[in-house]
């Protein structure tokens, strides 16, 4: 028997280098010379591959396996095949979700109480993920696992994005050895901003090229080399494409999928009823179970949709296709375990969303969504008028659409509520599949069905760490990196994998998010409404709360009450003293988990999410930077100048400077050899201006400045735009003529005014371009900002940008706080 000095410590990780004890011989070739082979270290035995996917914005009533109407044949078949949990829940909201699913922590535990670009000071909303928090990717690499992650990292504090780190929290810091995805909310699915590791890479410009189907292939290249490189070593893989969060962008071949289908022709109303039967018929919700009706969501008769229904059947038509494209995506994936012969011994998690559906898109839907986060409120006839103009486009990269609030709620049947409503099961309960063929060591199978593969124990996201940890034989560390961890806070539900009725482990948990509040415990639910999704006015005093009390679930105590699974049942004025036991129970456990305190006081906390400091940016030819690391010139006065040299010879042409995409965004470059500068308002609008005269073709460096004089006093209005250079040996800038017409691209969103001086501009973006959007200097590649930068490596400056830099030369006009906020809260 092995001495205790000999084996794997690995509650403390990395595990400890053991040094040799014993002998050493002179010379090697004595007989007496001896070592033991050098062994790599490895997990114990059996442990199995491990395969964890989380989808984006997927409500409960979406997927067939949870009696969605839209067809995920991988979700169905790795069900079929293994576990439906029925009661399995997420935090409302996508950044605290995924801290907690990677580190088995309560998200407010881990700081991120909020998504990144909310933070503040207070222990619970830093964003930034402690060091006493190991991720399940670092605790599985330190024992012999290889890991990567594909997809979406919304874990990663805003002022950490930029191109000089830190990148303490980024995937490759927090364990992963492979990061292949994007750090942002949601991304173009056309021009994505991409890292591998943490350098940007530039998006394939394949005529095909659509980003989910680029994670997939590349998940598959990783496995293939992984299994071919170390055979005997598991991974764990974190797929999380990003989709089905907007903008709803599919390939073209899956754009007529689900054209004039009848389930979504009758309306979000039909449509929950027609869930609701499915779920009940799959056994997902008893039979009694009554659909909870949200009063603040219109019905599809609705007078205000008269002439908009059938494209408001179109966003639903395409939002099908995306899952569906997605889950199929998924497959390939599975099939190519498959066909490795990997199936047997792999853990695959599935998480239909990561939280509900959501109802960011306003009770219309819109074209671009970047309109609603920049806090604009457009009356109802020119929200149809765009929408109806450009339906065409939808789900093409020449929209970044989002479907109507209707749909969301339809979405997340048989519950009421939706994403970011952490009180209420429509923002907190996703579907959860789990499928592992094969046996354990005692030949056993690892998954006993029972009924249907149906699991009703409540269970919460921070119990996924600790459940992979167990099927692995893998302890929980104490001390990480040197470090002495907390607690996980997560339970194993791996006991229910083969007892269909095992006994319920989590019967107390919290929730909140921006002052939705909710207790589950022992079946019973108390629960606050404190702000709606699409309602961004001054919120209640927290006292004024109106607090409501469920009866969920019949577990771990007899009652007289009839089961609510749905929370459509408001006990409150029958039981007030449970009510107030549980209104008590919260606060003691909000108070542990560092909840507190709540915060609703919009304008400290945007106050935190501070721009880079100073009123000037340099950069240098090449740069790229990430959109919050950019210096914010929204609603002032500012310049851009750059000093650029050549081709010597000709006339330049290319990009020198450039922030945003086709949704949103400005840029400085050289059309023909003129100076010119274009505006992108949204997507809708375009505004050009352009110098008279050719640059000249010089061999030596001078300086080009773009000024911008804001006229308005309100956020998003206008200003004047002035072109300057200063050639060499030259102490100033002078002015440049403008023309009236500028020759630019054929390009059928020009609104350069026609009757007013050149170089006006009527509308600026009030608040944001893009989620992820990004500066870069010398060249301009992602989303186009106009046709002048469309297409691969044609905007390329031929000589050099020496540098170029943003100069803050006025004050901003006030913006409010709830247009920044309504900005924020919807990049999820």
């Not at 970044?400 to 519950?415: D, E, K, L, S, V």
């Not at 029958?574 to 108070?591: C, D, G, M, V, Y």
């Not at 608040?767 to 992602?782: E, P, R, S, W, Y």
Request: proline share 8%; net charge negative; with cysteine.
């Amino acid at each position: 028997m092995p001495l205790d000095r000999d084996l794997l410590k690995r509650e403390i990780l990395p595990i400890p280098d053991r040094p040799y004890v014993g002998p050493v011989m002179y010379n090697a070739q004595d007989p007496a010379s001896h070592f033991p082979p050098i062994e790599p270290i490895r997990p114990p035995s059996k442990a199995p591959n491990v395969l964890l996917i989380l989808l984006d914005d997927v409500g409960f009533g979406a997927a067939e396996p949870f009696g969605g109407v839209i067809q995920t044949p991988t979700a169905k078949r790795l069900a079929e095949g293994g576990l439906r949990f029925t009661r399995f829940h997420t935090t409302a909201l996508c950044s605290p979700t995924r801290a907690a699913l990677l580190t088995g922590r309560n998200p407010h535990s881990v700081g991120m109480g909020c998504i990144t670009e909310l933070y503040t000071g207070a222990p619970g909303y830093t964003s930034m993920i402690p060091n006493t928090a190991a991720s399940l990717a670092k605790i599985l690499r330190y024992n012999g696992y290889s890991t990567a992650h594909f997809g979406k990292c919304h874990e990663v504090p805003v002022w950490e994005t930029g191109p000089s780190g830190p990148f303490d929290h980024w995937p490759t810091y927090m364990g992963f050895e492979k990061f292949y995805g994007f750090v942002a909310g949601e991304t173009n699915q056309f021009y994505p901003t991409l890292y591998d590791g943490t350098t940007y890479i530039e998006t394939p410009h394949d005529g095909d090229y659509h980003l989910t189907t680029d994670l997939t292939n590349q998940t598959i290249k990783w496995i293939e080399q992984q299994k071919a490189m170390a055979p005997d070593k598991p991974f764990f893989i974190y797929f999380a494409p990003g989709a089905t969060h907007a903008p709803h962008q599919i390939p073209d071949a899956w754009l007529d999928k689900y054209k004039d289908n009848e389930d979504f022709a009758k309306g979000w109303d039909e449509l929950r009823e027609t869930i609701c039967k499915k779920q009940k018929s799959l056994g997902v919700i008893p039979e009694n179970a009554e659909a909870a009706v949200n009063e603040d969501v219109p019905k599809w008769d609705d007078e205000m949709f008269d002439d908009m229904r059938d494209s408001l059947r179109r966003e639903m038509e395409l939002y099908a296709s995306f899952l569906q494209q997605t889950d199929e995506e998924v497959g390939r994936v599975i099939k190519t375990l498959e066909d490795l012969h990997l199936m047997e011994n792999t853990l695959i998690i599935y998480i239909l969303g990561d939280n509900g559906a959501s109802a960011e898109g306003t009770f219309m839907g819109t074209f671009n969504e970047m309109i609603g986060f920049n806090g604009i409120q457009k009356p109802l006839d020119e929200q149809k008028t765009i929408i109806k103009d450009n339906i065409d486009k939808f789900g093409t990269k020449e929209a970044y659409n989002h479907y109507a609030i209707g749909w969301a709620q339809a979405m997340c049947t048989p519950y009421k509520w939706t994403k970011q409503v952490a009180s209420f099961f429509g923002g907190t309960r996703n579907g959860m599949i789990v499928h592992w063929p094969g046996k354990d060591g005692d030949g056993k199978d690892h998954i006993v069905r029972g009924d249907r593969g149906l699991r009703h124990q409540f269970t919460y996201v921070i119990d996924v760490l600790p459940t992979i940890l167990e099927a692995a034989g893998l302890p929980e560390p104490l001390s990480v990196d040197g470090v002495l961890q907390m607690p996980i806070e997560g339970t194993s539900f791996l006991r229910t994998f083969k007892e269909q009725n095992a006994p319920e482990f989590r019967t107390t948990q919290y929730f909140e998010m921006f002052g939705n509040r909710g207790i589950y415990h022992n079946g019973w639910t108390a629960v606050t409404l404190h702000s709606k999704p699409w309602d961004f006015e001054s919120n209640p005093d927290y006292e004024k709360d109106t607090w409501e009390l469920y009866y969920t679930y019949p577990w771990g105590e007899e009652s007289p009450h009839q089961v609510d699974w749905t929370q459509a049942n408001n006990l409150a004025q029958r039981e007030p003293e449970r009510l107030a036991q549980l209104k008590n129970l919260f606060e003691i456990t909000a108070a542990r988990y560092n909840v507190f305190p709540l915060n609703d006081e919009k304008t400290e906390r945007l106050e935190q999410a501070a721009p880079p400091v100073g009123t000037k940016q340099r950069y240098v030819d090449g740069s790229f930077v990430s959109d919050p690391c950019v210096i914010n010139n929204f609603n002032r006065s500012f310049t851009i100048t750059a000093k650029i040299e050549g081709p010597h010879g000709e006339a330049p042409n290319g990009a020198i400077l450039a922030r945003g995409n086709d949704f949103g965004g400005f840029g400085l470059y050289v059309k023909d050899g003129r100076l010119t500068y274009v505006y992108n308002y949204l997507g809708l609008e375009r505004y050009y201006v352009q110098a008279e005269s050719l640059l000249l073709p010089l061999s030596e460096a001078y300086e080009v400045r773009m000024k911008f004089t804001y006229t308005g006093t309100d956020t998003g209005e206008g200003g004047r735009v002035e072109l300057l250079i200063k050639w060499p040996r030259e102490n100033e800038f002078k002015p440049l003529t403008l023309v009236a017409f500028p020759a630019v691209g054929e390009d059928p969103l020009n609104h350069t005014p026609k009757d007013l001086p050149p170089g006006q501009l009527l509308k600026t973006n009030p608040i944001i371009f893009n989620v992820d959007a990004f500066l870069m200097v010398g060249k301009k590649t992602g989303g186009p900002l106009c046709p002048d930068f469309a297409g691969s490596g044609n905007n390329r400056f031929p000589g050099k940008v020496h540098w170029a830099e943003i100069e803050l030369t006025g004050e901003p006009a006030k913006v409010s706080p709830e247009h920044r906020l309504h900005a924020l809260e919807a990049i999820q």
